[in-house]
């Protein structure tokens, strides 16, 4: 949301098809994903860059976020809004970000970084959503909540692939074996529960009348193995 350009930039690809759902996020450090600063200079240390560059990029992003994020974000959400585009908010860290979120009228938590911000999003109706990767590590990598105890606590309706699409299968049987949730609601949170979210009611299930969109696998300790896939009923791979 903090883009100059991003009003641009979403009016180019928004009316294409394939977009069903938009998330609304703002990764500027000193709030939600980076409320800790010392976790995001070292996050971005990696980049082989000195204090000074780093204060640099923190004074320039903070100051795009003032004078962006808060017309961006009210532009976005209008223009989802008038195509029926389910919306989510991304990184929720306190209640007033929940707060701003249900007052959108947005119906997903999109990795909500405190388990106090998820359970009042889960209290107010909101999806929770989690990255897999962060179930898969044991942890987030930017020190904020992990899945693996908000799904414990019961606050985890569906995982997102984020930065690693492969982990998506592997975290489904971590909540399984680790977690001793039943697999058919793991499974669920990698399957069912997103297509629901996403308004995409021909897939998620196995169910006469859906796409027979199915996977095989086979778990061998802790490694899940995909040993088939069909598509619509065509077995693919």
Not at 85 to 110: F, Q
Not at 160 to 177: K, N
Not at 181 to 205: C, S
């Amino acid at each position: 949301m903090t883009s100059e350009a991003i009003v641009e930039s979403f009016l180019m690809f928004v009316d294409d098809p394939l977009v069903k759902r938009v998330s609304v996020m703002d990764h500027t450090p000193g709030q939600r994903q980076w409320s800790n600063l010392d976790k995001w200079r070292q996050f971005n240390s990696r980049r082989n860059v000195s204090h000074a560059e780093l204060d640099v990029i923190l004074k320039t992003r903070q100051r795009n976020q003032a004078r962006y994020a808060g017309p961006n974000r009210a532009e976005v959400i209008r223009l989802s809004k008038e195509r029926s585009l389910p919306l989510a908010s991304h990184d929720d860290t306190t209640p007033e970000n929940v707060e701003e979120a249900i007052a959108d009228g947005i119906t997903i938590s999109e990795f909500p970084t405190t388990e106090g911000a998820a359970r009042i999003a889960r209290e107010n109706g909101l999806h929770v959503v989690m990255g897999s990767p962060n179930v898969v590590m044991g942890g987030s990598h930017s020190g904020n909540v992990s899945a693996g105890a908000l799904a414990e606590a019961g606050l985890v309706d569906g995982l997102a692939s984020d930065y690693v699409p492969l982990s998506l299968l592997h975290a489904a049987f971590v909540f399984h074996e680790d977690l001793g949730i039943p697999l058919p609601e793991a499974i669920a949170t990698v399957t069912a529960n997103p297509a629901e979210m996403a308004g995409l009611d021909d897939r998620g299930t196995i169910d006469i009348g859906r796409r027979a969109d199915l996977v095989w696998v086979k778990s061998y300790e802790y490694a899940p193995v995909c040993r088939g896939v069909w598509r619509g009923g065509e077995h693919v791979a």
